[in-house]
């Protein structure tokens, strides 16, 4: 039978601001446990919540990025259940009335823009985190990320393959780094994902019953987590199984998921609306000051790359992946003035060595004006192509400037006319059979003639200038 | 008259002319706890040590000058409040050893104001009852007759000040904590506006509802009180940054042209005799002030108490959800696993009626329950809120029984959950519009049980509470009695 699949994921980002959201508490990752708390983060009696307005506004940008509706007035729930890094018994987040709705992030999927919903943006406070003991039957509670705001982002159910799940990811990844409210980071938790999977026939309209994956914490894991779940789901229904609503956590070694609970176990979180907090309102005017802070956001970048540098989509989108590698090949370009050499340098060589050494760009040696005064240097005829490509290595190794590097490796380019006639017209003299098959149209023989002047000139001679001097003098 | 019995405005005076000092009134409070706590039991634990040192501090205040509004005056904090490095146990087994490390903002102003800390005062346990006799530590006995119920939950924050065993007292009101204590203890009793004394560091019971609020031995000591207790406070979401009149100015003003709206649904059978004629006695002595009585109607009145039990509860099951064992307060022994945990610890940390209303607030919040219990109920108390604002078009300030009976006798409805719940009848409505209310003593029955009238205003008007609380107690010459303990 030929199956379509359904996904839809919900994804929880740690908003990047210095306190935690309802308390003065550091939010930095880490720290020796319980460090990070104070009365109010670890639900002592009689402690009020404060909510931290950088946390509304990192929520708003992340509404007016993904197109959503800003709501008005929105107001904080209380999450009910039991657990030991749960302080007060509850969490605070939102439920009926969340920040922001019905938005949508665009995906290019196979050429074609494609449209992924965006259900509701809601704010919410993270919990603690449980320590058990290798040895002993012993649990402890670290509390130093209670209270850490998150962003929880639920898309609608409009993504159709493991791929383009992925692609959303990577896309709303991009864009809440982009916006500097999130770091990012997926092994220290700062972005998590859970997805919402199911599968039916092709052209059935109603979904199929759907299973919750968590504990994906990595792109690849997603997108692995929900090729082995399509499969077991489709192996279940073609052989006469069904598929049971359930929360499944995905096992990394294992390479599989495993239920967790079922549906008739799920919690009843009893949410109503927080009596310690007053609801949200969000005015035009508010709204307007968020729009006007917002910075150029990946897709623009990526149009503008194209519009204005006239590279390929395929490089501006390589570049705008990363928002500092982007501001570093503009600071490039603005230097050199050669859009499209500035990026072969920069996704060839340069993000090779990175690569090779899992550095981002934030770390690499090469400053921009260097990478620049190369590509100028190049232009200029100063060194050749082969030459810079040794250079480019030593800025990247020693993070030293060009002109350094090629005085210090003796790297000028001969281009002076009159040292180059005055070697040519000695090899064409020492090579008078080789000149001669030249000239009865022995073409052949040209390379040769190339090769023995790199050979004098160690190298050094501009190989465009020796190719003219050689064709003029060998035709005599 | 020994000084335990005096006022805050007397004693001020005293120290000012150096006829008392914080000592011996101190001294004189705690003779007076020595003599009658055993039979009373207003506190669950004393702080003498720390009231004297603070006392012999206010007395070096004094030499200097420095005299703030509660220099050297001995006041009685509910075991609702925290303070810090002090066992503070809200009348629960689950917090009997709970060390809170912060102050309450409250119990902060009037550390600032000078107080001196007698003791926490005993209360039903978590605020949850009307006879302070579900606390853990015990009931406390009403100083009036020992054989009943001193009103609840601040039940040993009335009987302190009606006992002479503090000047004036903290307390809290959720659904008439503190007016149905003061009324049936004879002391004067005001829960503010919702949002005007901060809540930080009050264990909440039911955070929509909850208020702080003083007992104190006449309306000018509540006006005092009311100084130091008003105010926003930054750490508290909901409290509300308006002005804070100076209350004092209100005490001793007429209330000639005043309309005051006597809702007819407070005036119902199955009040007390004797309270309705002392409720009609003191609309008498209200008219003679120059009040002018208005019938008014608050059509929504008779689902107060059904809107109450469920949104109190509701907030409580959640609020109530942090004593699970975890870090700090009671931990069950001899359990091996965190279900097990959970459930002794709570089973046997909370006593029986803080289980039931926890259970009826998780029922009421349960899905397929929300809509038809806890939304249903949201919706009544926004009418019921409503009743009141258009009350207030008609009159300045209305008029009721604070109790629909005197004390009645301790067990006496401790099996009947129903009927213990009804005797807040009159005092609930004002929580759930978050308006201000006072009660005032306005007479005794026969058998010389202290009674209550209850004033209410709009939001922030405690002004006009004082105003005709102060006007009705100069005009009504009640009897200036004391218990015979
Ligand atoms: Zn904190």
Redesign the pocket.
């Known amino acids: 039978m030929d199956f379509e699949t359904v996904i839809g994921l919900e994804v929880h980002a740690q908003m990047l601001t210095d306190t935690?959201i309802f308390?003065?508490?550091s939010t930095k990752f880490g720290g020796t446990p319980n460090s990070h708390?104070?009365p109010?983060?670890l639900g002592m009696p009689g402690v009020l919540p404060v909510l931290n307005k950088k946390v509304v506004e990192y929520a708003m940008k992340m509404a007016l990025a993904t197109n959503c509706e800003i709501n008005k007035s929105c107001e904080f729930a209380r999450k009910n259940y039991f657990y030991p890094d749960l302080p007060k018994g509850y969490q605070i987040s939102q439920y009926a009335y969340p920040i922001a709705e019905h938005g949508y992030v665009l995906l290019d999927v196979n050429g074609e823009q494609k449209k992924i919903g965006i259900t509701r943006i809601h704010m919410e406070e993270d919990a603690g985190k449980l320590i058990h003991d290798e040895h002993n039957p012993v649990s402890y509670v670290d509390l130093n990320r209670t209270?850490v705001p998150l962003i929880e982002i639920v898309s609608e159910p409009d993504m159709r393959s493991p791929e383009e799940a992925a692609d959303y990811l990577k896309r709303l990844h991009e864009i809440l780094v982009y916006l500097e409210i999130c770091d990012g980071n997926m092994e220290e938790g700062s972005f998590r994902c859970d997805a919402n999977v199911s599968i039916r026939p092709r052209g059935q309209k109603e979904f199929g019953t759907r299973t919750e994956l968590k504990n994906m914490n990595s792109f690849r894991n997603v997108q692995r987590a929900l090729e082995y779940e399509i499969k077991r789901q489709q192996y279940l229904v073609e052989n006469g199984g069904t598929v049971v609503q359930e929360t499944r956590l995905w096992d990394d070694a294992q390479g599989a998921t495993n239920s967790m609970r079922s549906k008739e176990e799920a919690h009843d979180y009893r949410y109503f609306p927080d009596p310690d907090l007053v609801p949200i309102l969000v005015d035009d005017a508010w709204v307007e000051k968020i729009k006007a802070d917002l910075p150029e956001l990946p897709l623009a970048k990526r149009e503008r790359f194209v519009n204005e540098y006239q590279i390929p989509a395929y490089d501006a989108g390589v570049l705008t992946a990363d928002k500092t590698l982007a501001l570093y090949y503009e600071e490039v370009v603005k230097l050199c003035g050669k859009p499209k050499v500035a990026s072969n340098w920069l996704m060839g060589d340069v993000m090779r060595f990175l690569n090779e050494d899992k550095r981002s760009i934030r770390e690499c040696p090469i400053k921009t004006e260097s990478l620049a005064e190369m590509i100028k240097l190049i232009d200029e005829g100063a060194i050749s192509g082969k030459m810079a490509k040794e250079v480019v290595e030593d800025m990247y190794k020693t993070g030293k400037s060009p002109q350094d590097i090629i005085k210090e490796k003796g790297l000028v380019q001969i281009t002076d006319e009159g040292e180059l006639i005055k070697t040519i017209t000695s090899i064409i003299e020492a090579n008078q059979a080789q000149a001669a098959e030249y000239r009865s149209g022995k073409e052949k023989v040209f390379g040769f003639f190339v090769g023995q002047v790199m050979k004098a000139t160690k190298g050094k001679a501009n190989p465009q200038l020796v190719n003219e001097l050689l064709k003029k003098m060998l035709a005599g | 008259m020994e000084f335990n019995q005096s006022t805050i405005h007397e004693l001020q005076e005293k120290i000012k002319n150096g006829s008392v000092t914080a000592s011996q009134i101190t001294e004189s409070v705690f003779s007076r706890i020595d003599a009658v706590e055993e039979r009373v039991h207003s506190y669950i634990r004393l702080m003498k040590e720390n009231a004297l040192a603070a006392a012999k501090k206010a007395d070096e205040d004094i030499k200097k000058g420095d005299i703030k509004p509660l220099t050297g005056i001995p006041i009685a904090l509910k075991d609702i409040l925290c303070t810090k490095g002090i066992t503070t146990t809200c009348g629960s087994h689950i917090l009997h050893n709970f060390v809170p490390p912060y102050n309450a903002t409250v119990v902060e102003k009037l550390t600032a104001a000078g107080a001196v800390f007698v003791g926490k005062a005993n209360m039903d346990e978590f605020a949850m009852g009307s006879s302070t006799e579900t606390s853990w530590f015990g009931p406390t006995r009403n100083p009036w007759d020992l054989e009943r119920i001193p009103g609840g939950s601040s039940g040993g924050s009335a009987t302190a000040v009606a006992a002479d065993e503090c000047i004036a007292s903290i307390g809290s009101d959720t659904g008439g904590s503190i007016r149905q204590p003061a009324a049936l203890c004879g002391v004067v009793g005001l829960k503010p506006t919702y949002g005007r004394v901060s809540r930080f560091g009050l264990i909440a019971f039911a955070s929509s509802l909850d208020q702080i609020g003083p007992f104190t031995k006449d309306v000018e000591d509540c006006a005092i009180m009311m100084n130091v207790l008003a105010g926003y406070d930054p750490k508290e979401s909901t409290s509300v940054n308006a002005e804070v009149p100076d209350y004092r100015q209100f005490v001793g003003r007429d209330i000639k042209g005043w309309k005051i709206g006597i809702p007819k649904e407070y005036f119902i059978e199955g009040i007390d005799p004797e309270i309705t004629a002392a409720i009609q006695q003191a609309i008498k002595v209200i008219e003679l002030c120059g009040g002018v009585c208005v019938d008014i109607s608050l059509p929504h009145t008779q689902y107060c108490v059904a809107v109450y039990y469920i949104i109190a509860p509701a907030e409580a099951s959640s609020n109530l959800a942090r004593y699970d064992g975890v870090r700090y307060g009671f931990r069950a022994a001899d359990v091996r696993e965190l279900l097990e945990m959970y459930k002794e610890s709570r089973r046997q940390g909370f006593g029986a009626e803080v289980k039931r209303r926890i259970m009826i607030g998780t029922y009421a919040l349960s899905a397929g329950y929300y809509d038809a219990y806890y939304k249903k109920a949201s919706q009544v108390r926004a009418l019921i809120k409503k009743d009141f604002d258009e009350a207030f078009k008609k009159c300045d300030v209305i008029l009721t029984p604070t109790t629909p009976t005197p004390a009645f006798k301790i067990g006496e409805k401790t099996d009947d959950p129903l009927q213990m719940y009804l005797s807040d009848v009159f005092t609930i409505s004002t929580n759930l519009a978050g308006i201000p209310g006072i009660s005032v003593p306005c007479g005794y029955s026969t058998s010389g049980l202290p009674i209550g009238v209850q004033f209410l205003a709009s939001h922030f008007e405690e002004g006009k509470l004082i105003q005709i609380a102060s006007a009705y107690e100069k005009n009504a010459k009640i009897e200036k009695r004391r218990p015979a303990l």
């Open positions: 935690k308390c003065s508490c708390t104070c109010v983060c209270g």
